[in-house]
């Protein structure tokens, strides 16, 4: 049994903090006090938190762990590692590998390699179509059985809508969740930056934010028409945000999420042609930040994850154009989330609600809460800590971060999955 004490308890439920204890025994949370007089259990081993945050391990959706195939990028090993220096106690793998996570072997053996390395909740999500070329969906009922959690073809569009409309049908049939990325796949084919200005004077291939709204608009029909449990990846414009509202408002079993670089980040990032700042979709105006940002605390886009992407250096050290998209960020997650709370731009219980609450209730998990009985999945992080990231010290085994070099505020201290501590800084 371990005494949580003199903490700062972030209730993603209530979207509240509440100065108190916490106390958790057998991998569960056993009772929460509010105020500064408590009580230790008999027994229990106490943990003076010194004023500082204990919330719910974050539950990160849309991870990338390269096992199988290109395990040099990255491993459930040195994934789950870096995952659980992040305060990240779940993490939602993507099927993008090499090859695709589309028939059950192949994700009976992630979910073993997970189980044998990584110290954290590994869940898999597997592909929607075979070999995520859009023509042939999946035995979506296999894999589920298998323990798929959602079904999703990465950021590569299903281009054919006959056959998206028969996967959302039967996905629909059996009560499986749909993650998909919207945006308008010929417009954004070969695109590296977001027209406008920036994007001119530097010679790049851009593509406009309304092939997110085009992708997102055919999306919404689809599953108005089907009746499909939706969720997009990354809704990282201001022009996507009225057709989310409408749909949202119309009923349809709809949700949505960003990444994290796209609340902290920007289209002048780019100037300097660093490709660790070349992700998919990519960055956007600083208008579109701010409004992506609103739509968190507002609550109409409802989940933050890493969107972990990890790259080699031999793809990334390329012209702009040619380098590999993606950046890696389970370790940085929180660091950069507190970028939103300093900026007074989400508060902290709604952003956790992001970050764990509602990935959590969307796969339908029990984590992602402090409640009597919920899992001991909990992150101990001081929110004030600076510090200037250097992407050397970096636990993932690529480490293509747009962060290197920034200074920074938010450390995470400790790390209990289900109520064992998995990290602990020195």
């Known amino acids: 049994m371990l005494h949580f004490t003199n903490a700062k308890i972030v209730d ?69 590692l870096a ?9 939602v793998t993507r099927p993008d590998t090499e090859p695709a996570i589309d028939n059950p072997e192949a994700l009976e ?23 995520r070329a859009g023509r042939e969906m999946t035995e979506i009922g296999f894999l589920l059985d298998a323990g798929a959690v959602a079904f999703s073809d990465g950021d590569r569009v299903v281009k054919n809508t006959k056959v998206f409309s028969r ?15 919207p945006q308008d796949p010929c417009l954004s084919d070969g695109a590296a930056a977001t027209s406008g200005k920036l994007a001119s004077l530097r010679g790049l291939p851009s593509v406009s934010p309304m092939a997110e709204r085009m992708g997102l608009d055919r999306d919404i029909a689809l599953i108005e028409m ?37 609340l902290t980040l920007n289209a002048l990032d780019v100037g300097d042609y660093r490709t660790f700042f070349k992700l998919k979709p990519p960055l956007r105006d600083e208008q579109d930040r701010l409004a992506i940002a609103e739509a968190i605390q507002s609550g109409l886009i409802d989940t933050i994850s890493s969107m972990h992407t990890p790259q080699d250096e031999e793809s990334k050290r390329l012209p702009f154009e040619a380098a590999a998209s993606g950046a890696v960020a ?26 764990s609450l509602n990935p959590a209730k969307r796969l339908g998990l029990d984590t992602g809460r402090l409640s009597p009985g919920a899992p001991a999945d909990l992150v101990l992080f001081d929110a004030d800590a600076p510090f200037v990231m250097d992407r050397a010290m970096l636990r993932s085994k690529s480490r293509n971060t747009p962060f290197d070099g920034q200074r920074m505020q938010g450390k ?15």
């Open 12 to 80: 993603p439920e209530k979207a509240s903090v509440t100065f108190g204890s916490l106390s958790m025994a057998n991998g569960a949370v056993q009772e929460i006090v509010a105020g500064r007089a408590d009580q230790a259990p008999a027994g229990a081993t106490v943990v003076d938190c010194a004023g500082r945050y204990l919330a719910p391990g974050i539950v990160d959706v849309g991870v990338k762990v390269c096992e199988p195939g290109e395990r040099h990028k990255e491993s459930f090993g040195s994934a789950g």
């Open 412 to 426: 995470v201290l400790a790390t209990y999955v289900s109520g064992q501590k998995v990290f602990e800084a020195s």
């Open 330 to 355: 389970l370790e940085t997650l929180l660091p950069a989330a507190m970028r939103l709370y300093h900026a007074n731009l989400v508060d902290m219980g709604t952003l956790w609600r992001a970050l």
């Open 167 to 181: 996967a959302l049908t039967y996905a629909r049939s059996l009560g499986a969740l749909v993650i998909a990325h």
């Open 226 to 262: 089907t009746g499909a449990r939706y969720h997009a990846d990354q809704i990282t414009t201001a022009r996507a945000l009225p057709a989310l509202e409408r749909a949202k408002r119309n009923g349809l079993d709809i949700t949505a999420g960003t990444s994290i670089h796209h």
């Open 109 to 131: 053996f992630v979910i073993r390699r997970a189980r044998e390395a990584a110290p954290v909740h590994v869940l898999p999500i597997a592909a929607l179509t075979k070999a």
């Open 83 to 91: 995952a659980a220096a992040g305060g990240v106690t779940t993490i």
